[in-house]
């Protein structure tokens, strides 16, 4: 896993990718709706002429949470090593709803949507290896992120609906932080989690879309906390440098042994001096003929007759002393 980790990077200089996202929405006028339902509740409450009538009303409650999961599409550039620019689009959908009964057990269906266009600009950076990593790679990385809102951005309710202006300059930014999950040939897998402010407003007010509103330009934020998974494929790549392994460089035992055994090929038939040339590295002499009997005799009598000599010949007296007693 050491290794499969150390060897992970992304490698694409041009990629798309799909993102896939879970939110909470910052949206604390969620409130104007829940008091519309708990005003048409307790009223009715009062239209029950009975006690059995009374107990058919009923309601439930708008979530206190605003649960979504966008879903996002987008080109991203590695401009160089692990700094990454990107432009994408967002897609954000939050459907509420809840059910009133009257005193007649009548159901009654009431909703509003969140709906989100918002177009983003991107830029990631690697994480310095030596400030924080699991590996030998940048595998964290950081995410800034500004937004604009395209047409379609927009509030409709059981009541009516509101649509969000779309300001030139922008609506907010987000930041998060991300991890490369895994990579897989061309695939990369990011996971980021991170927090987004994306606030528009519209001409309109809330008091169009909901009873009882606010009567004042309609503000709200599509923007909150995220979690997010994003899956790249690339379309161009780097090169995947070639790994050296240091066994390859050291020889075998076995074809040292090769090259230390130097095999040398048979000389061909009745050529011994090629032979002897190859064995010892010196040209071979060619062989005296062998002496006959009457010449080893002869060669044999001058040898026999010295050693007789010599046996003969008598040996040296040792010099005297002429001062010696004797004499």
Same mark, same amino acid.
């Given at each position: 896993?050491a290794?499969?980790?150390?060897?992970?990077?992304?490698?694409? =200089?041009?990629?798309?990718?799909?993102?896939p996202?879970v939110?909470?929405l910052d949206?604390?006028?969620r409130?104007y709706?829940?008091?519309?339902?708990?005003t048409?509740?307790?009223?009715?409450?009062?239209?029950?002429?009975?006690e059995?009538?009374?107990l058919?009303?009923?309601?439930q409650d708008?979530q206190k949470?605003?649960?979504?999961?966008?879903?996002?599409?987008?080109?991203?550039y590695?401009?160089?090593?692990?700094?990454?620019?990107? /432009?994408?689009?967002s897609?954000i959908d939050?459907?509420?709803?809840?059910v009133?009964?009257?005193?007649k057990?009548?159901?009654?269906?009431y909703?509003y949507t969140i709906?989100?266009?918002?177009l983003f600009?991107?830029y990631?950076?690697?994480?310095?290896?030596?400030?924080?990593?699991r590996?030998?790679?940048?595998?964290?990385?950081?995410?800034v992120?500004?937004y604009?809102?395209?047409p379609?951005?927009?509030?409709?309710?059981t009541?009516?609906g509101?649509?969000?202006?779309?300001?030139?300059?922008?609506?907010?930014?987000g930041?998060?932080?991300?991890?490369?999950?895994?990579?897989w040939?061309n695939?990369?897998?990011?996971g980021?989690i991170?927090?987004?402010s994306i606030? /528009?407003?519209?001409?309109e007010m809330f008091?169009?879309i909901?009873p009882?509103?606010?009567?004042?330009?309609a =503000?709200?934020n599509i923007g909150g906390?995220?979690m997010?998974v994003r899956?790249?494929?690339?379309?161009?790549?780097?090169?995947?440098?070639?790994?050296?392994?240091?066994?390859?460089?050291?020889?075998?035992e076995?074809?040292?042994?090769?090259?230390?055994?130097?095999t040398?090929?048979p000389?061909?038939?009745?050529?011994?001096?090629?032979?002897d040339?190859?064995?010892?590295?010196?040209?071979a002499?060619?062989?005296e003929?062998?002496?006959s009997e009457?010449e080893?005799?002869?060669a044999?009598?001058p /040898?026999?007759k010295?050693e007789?000599a010599?046996?003969?010949e008598?040996?040296?007296?040792?010099?005297?002393?002429k001062?010696?007693?004797?004499?």
């Open positions: 896993m290794d499969e980790e150390t060897s992970t990077r992304d490698r694409s =200089k041009l990629s798309v990718f799909l993102q996202a939110s909470f949206f604390p006028e409130e709706f829940q008091n519309a339902v708990d048409l509740y307790y009223s009715f409450k009062e239209d029950a002429l009975t059995s009538e009374s058919n009303v009923a309601k708008f949470v605003n649960f979504c999961f966008p879903l996002s599409v987008g080109l991203q590695q401009i160089f090593p692990d700094n990454f620019v990107s /432009v994408g689009v897609f939050d459907h509420e709803s809840v009133l009964t009257d005193r057990s009548r159901s009654h269906n909703s709906q989100g266009m918002p600009l991107e990631r950076i690697g994480i310095p290896r030596n400030l924080m990593t590996s030998g790679e940048s595998l964290f990385s950081v995410a992120r500004w604009w809102v395209l379609g951005t927009e509030i409709y309710t009541w009516g509101l649509e969000a202006e779309t300001p030139l300059l922008g609506a907010g930014f930041v998060s932080i991300g991890y490369l999950i895994a990579n040939k695939f990369n897998i990011y980021d991170g927090y987004s606030k /528009v407003q519209s001409n008091s169009d909901v009882d509103g606010p009567e004042k330009k =503000k709200w906390l995220t997010q899956i790249g494929f690339g379309l161009w790549n780097e090169p995947e440098p070639i790994e050296e392994d240091d066994d390859d460089d050291k020889p075998t076995q074809t040292t042994e090769k090259v230390t055994q130097t040398v090929p000389p061909p038939p009745g050529n011994n001096a090629s032979v040339e190859a064995t010892t590295g010196e040209s002499k060619p062989a003929p062998p002496a009457p080893e005799q002869a044999k009598e /040898v026999e010295n007789l010599a046996e003969k008598p040996t040296a007296a040792p010099p005297t002393d001062n010696s007693p004797e004499e």
